[in-house]
């Protein structure tokens, strides 16, 4: 797996919404925003499930996405292999992290993502540039 930067960490902590992108087992992309994510160590994200739909079919079809977003110091995108967990330590411990940022938000699973890769989200030569 691959281990982000720390400066990677702190840009997705400060954006408020990123892009979950997957898609079917046919092919078919979907993208939604999403606001309750976070990096559980530096290889590892952890995504709270609580109005998936298309987004859980097709993780269950197909378990790999890409997430990106926009930050003060520029933009990335994550690829990540993912499992998808809703009756056991981690999916509790996502349930509690959820309840305290709001309270009447209800989890229904905790996206778990391995990281393959990361790229950069930018103008100029580097755009789209694999940086690890």
Known sequence: MVK?????????????????????????PNVVPIGAFKFLDDETLLISDQFFKKTLQNLQENPKIALTWWGEKGGFQIKADVTLH??????????AWVKSIKETLEPKSAVVGKIT???????GPDAGKQIL
């Open 4 to 28: 982000v930067t720390k400066d990677i960490q702190d840009s997705l902590k400060s954006t408020k919404v990123a892009y979950l992108a997957t898609s079917a087992k046919d092919g078919t």
């Open 86 to 95: 809703t009756d056991d330590d981690i999916f509790r411990e996502d349930v």
């Open 117 to 123: 890769a990361v790229y950069l989200v930018k103008s």
